[in-house]
């Protein structure tokens, strides 16, 4: 079964908006980590965060941790027609070292 | 480092064939993962390595599916026989097995079986 659920399943919005994904998980973890995957190519990793932080940036990359909730966000800043893709996030289900996917959050962005 | 290479990129067969996917990890990594990936299930973890050992295919979905990591530089994933539903995506995915480290991906191979 899947360890993370991402909300929304899909996201559409406006060149230059700002873009949120959420996540939810089950069980505790150590860390949390965030990819993306363009059409038809493989993940790409954007950042993780470990259990004992509670926000991270990288660039126009903002991501909040939860771990009281279970559950993540990750905000986008200033959206590109570059950044559609699906947008996944990923735990390591308890510190299993075994990587564990949610079903991804589909995000267009409209020039 | 060329990446996590997958071979091959697509692959066409017929029901009951045998198919053999193959990995190459980057060097240096020794966690070696394999998904699979549809729209029905999202990115199913199958199976996954540490130093060449099976630690956990409880994702492998059926006995006639079956994956192997004779050596660090390389993982196969072989379905026995093929049948149609196994159409998907797989990915395998490679990484330094400490915690908090990431996990670098192929470009997958897209198997389709008619």
């Known amino acids: 079964s899947q360890q993370g659920e991402e909300d929304p399943q899909a996201l559409s919005i406006q060149e230059g908006e700002n873009a949120t994904m959420n996540c939810s998980y089950k069980?505790?973890?150590?860390?949390l980590q965030w990819y993306r995957q363009n059409s038809g190519r493989g993940l790409v990793h954007l950042i993780l965060?470990?259990?004992?932080?509670r926000e991270k940036h990288s660039g126009r990359l903002r991501v909040t941790l939860d771990t009281s909730k279970k559950s993540s966000s990750l905000l986008i800043t200033a959206s590109r027609a570059a950044d559609t893709a699906s947008y996944f996030c990923?735990?390591?289900?308890?510190?299993?070292?075994?990587?564990?996917f949610g079903q991804g959050t589909r995000l267009t962005i409209n020039p | 480092d060329a990446g996590v290479i997958q071979s091959p990129r697509h692959e066409v067969t017929e029901m009951g064939q045998e198919v053999t996917l193959r990995c190459k990890p980057i060097?240096?990594?020794?966690?070696l993962f394999w998904y699979r990936q549809t729209m029905m299930r999202g990115l199913e973890l199958l199976i996954y390595?540490?130093?060449?050992?099976?630690?956990?295919d409880s994702g492998m979905p059926e006995d006639r599916f079956s994956a192997k990591m004779p050596n660090a530089s390389f993982s196969t994933l072989k379905i026995q026989p093929s049948e149609p539903r196994d159409s998907a995506v797989y990915f395998c995915?490679?990484?330094?097995?400490?915690?908090?480290?990431?996990?670098?991906f192929g470009q997958g191979t897209r198997l389709t079986v008619v």
């Open positions: 995915a490679s990484s330094l097995s400490r915690t908090g480290t990431e996990a670098f």
């Open positions: 060097s240096g990594h020794n966690s």
């Open positions: 965060i470990r259990s004992n932080e």
């Open positions: 390595f540490n130093n060449n050992v099976p630690i956990d």
């Open positions: 990923a735990t390591d289900a308890g510190g299993a070292q075994k990587l564990v």
């Open positions: 069980t505790s973890i150590n860390n």
